[in-house]
């Protein structure tokens, strides 16, 4: 008979790996482990994404994820994502702070409407 191998699992911390936030009431985040950021995410996630817009076929989406693996620096919790159905020039940003994120938002927007992007 045939013994299997045996492997040694070794268990990650994710609070080794990443920095974790949730969103205080007056929405600033507030540093805490990943076990606070999970079950914050459980009950309030849905209030993360802070702008949202539609233009044509593009969809710009603006969130806070609560979570950074940036090793170095300043974690980075806020994300901008931008997509066409099409494909054509997705994008994924990361910032510091939500008034950065919003920032390049409206940037992206922008470029949309100007025909900078295109599908």
């Not at 989406?61 to 901008?80: M, N």
């Not at 494909?87 to 950065?100: C, P, V, W």
Request: glycine content about 6%; some cysteine.
């Amino acid at each position: 008979m045939r013994q299997l191998p045996t492997f040694t699992v070794k268990h990650i911390d994710p609070d080794e790996k990443m920095t974790f936030a949730y969103l205080n009431k007056d929405e600033v985040p507030v540093l805490c482990s990943w076990y606070e950021w999970k079950e914050w995410w459980k009950r309030e996630g849905d209030r993360c994404q802070v702008k949202h817009d539609r233009i044509g076929d593009w969809e710009i989406e603006t969130r806070f994820q609560g979570r950074s693996a940036a090793l170095d620096g300043p974690p980075l919790f806020w994300e901008v994502r931008f997509f066409s159905p099409r494909g054509a020039s997705d994008g994924l940003k990361y910032f510091r702070s939500k008034e950065s994120a919003l920032a390049f938002h409206a940037l992206v927007v922008e470029k949309i409407i100007s025909g900078e992007f295109e599908v």
